[in-house]
T-cell receptor, first 115, second 111 residues
Framework: DTGVSQNPRHKITKRGQNVTFRCDPISEHNRLYWYRQTLGQGPEFLTYFQNEAQLEKSRLLSDRFSAERPKGSFSTLEIQRTEQGDSAMYLC?????????????FGNGTRLTVT | AQTVTQSQPEMSVQEAETVTLSCTYDTSESDYYLFWYKQPPSRQMILVIRQEAYKQQNATENRFSVNFQKAAKSFSLKISDSQLGDAAMYFCAYRGDKIIFGKGTRLHILP
């Protein structure tokens, strides 16, 4: 068990560019979550997957955002036409089973800076 | 929709003293879970303690304990014998299908 891994750790991009982040959950964790966190705030839910199925998307996830988990293992989060307001830490987390009492195990996050 | 409220943006405590962080939540569900997470400056979220709503007994993990008042929808965290390593952001979280976090309390430990 190597924990949740996120890549890259940091990403600086110019406004209007597309970016993609990757998350590798703890193996055999069925659920995978994406959160966004701005400085001094709590993580905000974006979306989550049960295996390869995307079960819920927050209204924070505009049509410029898309997330996939094609084989039920790793996941990618893509942001198209980035805006300065997208600058944040993007956190990935995973948990076993179908929810319930299992806490989320978080990765170190990907910090996005849009200039 | 569930909400989680942490009314103390920042708190300070003297090393070795006890501090209590407050959290209230709102839900219409009867079965759920509550968590406290710690986020040190390195930013990885770490689980501190969990509480199942159907259990009346308050959870305890070493120096960390909770005061869970289900009827009042209150879930406070008590840290005893505070240590310098306890300095971090603390987030209260409600667990349904997803976890909803409060805005956090920044805890400072004064040497």
């Amino acid at each position: 068990d190597t924990g949740v891994s996120q890549n890259p750790r940091h990403k600086i991009t110019k406004r209007g560019q597309n970016v993609t982040f990757r998350c590798d959950p703890i193996s055999e964790h069925n659920r995978l979550y994406w959160y966004r966190q701005t400085l001094g705030q709590g993580p905000e839910f974006l979306t989550y997957f049960q295996n390869e199925a995307q079960l819920e998307k927050s209204r924070l996830l505009s049509d410029r955002f898309s997330a996939e988990r094609p084989k039920g293992s790793f996941s990618t989060l893509e942001i198209q036409r980035t805006e300065q307001g997208d600058s944040a830490m993007y956190l990935c987390a995973s948990s076993p089973g179908t929810g319930g009492k299992s806490p989320l195990h978080f990765g170190n996050g990907t910090r996005l800076t849009v200039t | 929709a569930q909400t989680v409220t942490q009314s103390q943006p920042e708190m300070s405590v003297q090393e070795a003293e006890t501090v209590t962080l407050s959290c209230t939540y709102d839900t219409s569900e009867s079965d759920y879970y509550l968590f406290w997470y710690k986020q040190p400056p390195s930013r990885q979220m770490i689980l501190v303690i969990r509480q199942e709503a159907y259990k009346q007994q308050n959870a305890t993990e070493n120096r960390f304990s909770v005061n869970f008042q289900k009827a009042a929808k209150s879930f406070s965290l008590k840290i005893s014998d505070s240590q310098l390593g306890d300095a971090a952001m603390y987030f209260c979280a409600y667990r349904g299908d997803k976890i909803i976090f409060g805005k956090g309390t920044r805890l400072h430990i004064l040497p």
